[in-house]
């Protein structure tokens, strides 16, 4: 499988035998009339680890960086189940999570494989902390 992020873009065009679900459904399988038939599980739907990976490649190849960090982060998080996710989502609101909570969240984001997930949580309860959004620890008793 030799992959070329600047000529095998757009994958699912040029590259389509890289595209796969996370049960291994090929992209050609993917359609309206295997939903409407109930033999393709919303679970289905989502995009692999390897294909964000190589999306992030292809940012990476087209000079956009920032794209490609955050692809990179969408790839680790594609195994995280999506009610963590949504937590996550809520605890990184401005004066939702004390900067323990958002530790508590990186720690588990690296525990599931999620280094840069992870390094962001912690970058944000930084920029929270120095700009006055954490919210405050209880107190102790």
Same mark, same amino acid.
């Given at each position: 499988m030799d992959f070329d992020p600047a000529r095998d873009y757009p994958l699912g065009t040029r590259r389509p035998d890289l595209v796969t679900t996370p049960g291994g459904i090929p992209l050609a399988d993917l359609t309206l009339?295997?939903?409407?038939?109930?033999? /393709?599980?919303?679970?289905?739907? #989502?995009?692999?680890?390897?294909? $964000?990976?190589?999306?992030?490649?292809?940012?990476?190849?087209?000079?956009?960086?920032? /794209?490609? !960090?955050?692809l990179e982060r969408a790839a680790e998080l594609a195994s995280v189940p999506?009610?963590?996710? /949504?937590?996550?989502?809520?605890? $990184?609101?401005?004066?939702?999570?004390?900067?323990?909570? $958002?530790?508590?969240? !990186?720690?588990?984001l690296e525990a599931a494989g999620a280094p840069a997930a992870a390094a962001?949580? #912690?970058?944000?309860a930084e920029v929270y902390a120095q700009r006055g959004l954490l919210a405050r620890e209880p107190a102790a008793v």
């Amino acid at each position: 499988m030799d992959f070329d992020p600047a000529r095998d873009y757009p994958l699912g065009t040029r590259r389509p035998d890289l595209v796969t679900t996370p049960g291994g459904i090929p992209l050609a399988d993917l359609t309206l009339a295997a939903v409407r038939e109930g033999t /393709l599980e919303a679970e289905e739907m #989502r995009a692999t680890p390897e294909t $964000l990976r190589r999306q992030a490649d292809v940012a990476r190849a087209a000079g956009r960086p920032e /794209l490609a !960090a955050n692809l990179e982060r969408a790839a680790e998080l594609a195994s995280v189940p999506a009610d963590d996710i /949504l937590a996550i989502y809520t605890a $990184l609101r401005p004066h939702r999570s004390s900067a323990a909570e $958002l530790e508590g969240w !990186a720690g588990r984001l690296e525990a599931a494989g999620a280094p840069a997930a992870a390094a962001f949580v #912690r970058e944000a309860a930084e920029v929270y902390a120095q700009r006055g959004l954490l919210a405050r620890e209880p107190a102790a008793v």
